[in-house]
């Protein structure tokens, strides 16, 4: 039971991260510019990506752009992603 909780709480925390910093990203940047402007861009997307992967997917499967298998493939990879964001942050946690 140990192991399914701390499963969850890496899902929920992950993509609780994962929406914090790329919430605070788009309030602070619009867009990158120059060189160091995309590596920085590349950086945040390591721990933003899971949320904006989510919303991305979201409004191309509404919009009837992607079957229903790349939306499952994206759901299933922004878990994975958001779970080991969240494994890193429980591991620094403790």
Do not use: Q
């Not at 914090?20 to 120059?34: D, Q, T």
């Not at 229903?68 to 994206?74: D, E, H, K, L, N």
Request: hydrophobic residues 50%; aromatic residues 10%.
């Amino acid at each position: 039971m140990r192991n399914i909780v701390l499963l969850l709480f890496s899902l929920a925390g992950g993509l609780t991260l994962s929406g914090i910093v790329a919430n605070c990203y788009r309030l602070m940047v619009r867009e990158p510019e120059g060189r160091a402007g995309t590596y920085a861009h590349y950086g945040v997307m390591l721990l933003a990506g899971p949320s904006v992967l989510l919303a991305n997917s979201t409004r191309s499967f509404r919009k009837k752009e992607c079957s229903r298998a790349a939306y499952g493939f994206a759901l299933g990879l922004a878990a994975y992603w958001s779970f080991i964001l969240g494994a890193i942050l429980v591991d620094l946690a403790i």
